[in-house]
């Protein structure tokens, strides 16, 4: 029996069980390939292992979000509602960590950022929440909420990414990475994600990374990465950083590599207790 008779005689016997219309339909070819084709089983994600080389103190030795640019590397510092932290400044360094710039915002709580369009994008995971568009002189351009959430309030951010003229934000209450369109504001893809922990996002090329973790109650906490189809949103592959690996929250890549910041501040661990509190911090694929 060859593949298209094999394919043939199983949806007849569905057919005669009753799995699939009326007995004895005929079913062509192109039938059978597509049930053939949706009963496949899916591929293989593949998944690797990952650690950490620290490269430098950040200004205010807080930073949650990261975002490279030509020129240097923007930085947003995080001060939480509980006061820990110096401010929700945004500094733009060299690569040695040599301060730039300095951009004061309004953000709250600040754990995602991103650059485009000439504006910084300030992810506030914080009352009043959402997102701050700040111009480079300070001053806020718009405040906006994160699309889809209940009641007009859309809860906090973890990550902001900006590529080909979109926003993609790590949207908490969606638990997923939304795209948004910054002039419209409207809502265009939800990537789903399936991690307890969703934190800083990163555009490379037509793909989306994402930092990960376990639950932060559990007591064997472990980070990791997932890299997903910007187009379809499927999952392409998956990481885990090995132990003794700073803690990412930030996400940013350039030049075919992955940089993260350590924010020193952990929901559930005592302030400080990263080894790389405070540091920006290169990621390798083991």
């Known amino acids: 029996m060859d593949k298209r008779e094999f394919l043939r005689a199983g949806v007849g016997l569905g057919l005669s069980l009753g799995l699939g219309g009326v007995a004895g339909a005929q079913v062509n070819d192109k039938d059978a390939a597509r049930i053939a084709r949706e009963t496949r089983p899916p591929p293989i994600v593949p998944h690797r292992k990952v650690r950490t080389t620290d490269l ?22 995080q001060q939480t509602a509980e006061g820990i932290g110096v401010s929700n400044d945004t500094y733009l360094v060299d690569w040695s960590g040599r301060i730039l ?39 806020t351009v718009s405040h906006r909420q994160i699309p889809l959430a209940p009641g007009g309030n859309g809860g906090g ?12 934000l790590t949207a908490l209450r969606l638990h997923g990475i939304l795209r948004v369109d910054p002039k419209s504001w409207t809502p265009e893809f939800l990537i789903p994600c399936q991690a307890p922990r969703l934190h800083g996002l990163a555009v490379n090329g037509g793909a ?28 392409l592959e998956t990481a885990e950083f090995v132990p003794g690996s700073a803690d990412p929250h930030g996400l ?3 030049d075919g590599v992955l940089y993260s910041c350590d924010a020193g501040i952990h929901p559930g661990w005592p302030d400080r207790a990263s080894k790389s509190s405070g540091r920006i911090f290169r990621i390798d694929f083991a």
């Open 56 to 77: 430098f103190l950040s200004p205010e030795g807080y930073p949650n979000a990261i975002d490279a640019q030509p020129e240097g590397l923007w930085i947003a510092e």
């Open 101 to 139: 710039r300095k951009v004061k915002t309004e953000s709250k709580n600040t754990s995602g950022m991103a650059f485009g369009g000439g504006h910084l994008w300030m992810g506030a995971n914080a009352a009043p929440n959402g997102i701050f568009e700040t111009d480079l002189d300070g001053r």
């Open 157 to 168: 951010c973890h990550g902001v990414a900006f590529a080909g003229g979109k926003l993609y």
């Open 208 to 235: 989306i990374w994402i930092v990960t973790g376990s639950s932060n109650t559990d007591p064997d906490f472990t980070s990791g990465l997932a890299k997903y189809d910007l187009a379809t949103g499927q999952l």
């Open 252 to 254: 940013t890549f350039r």
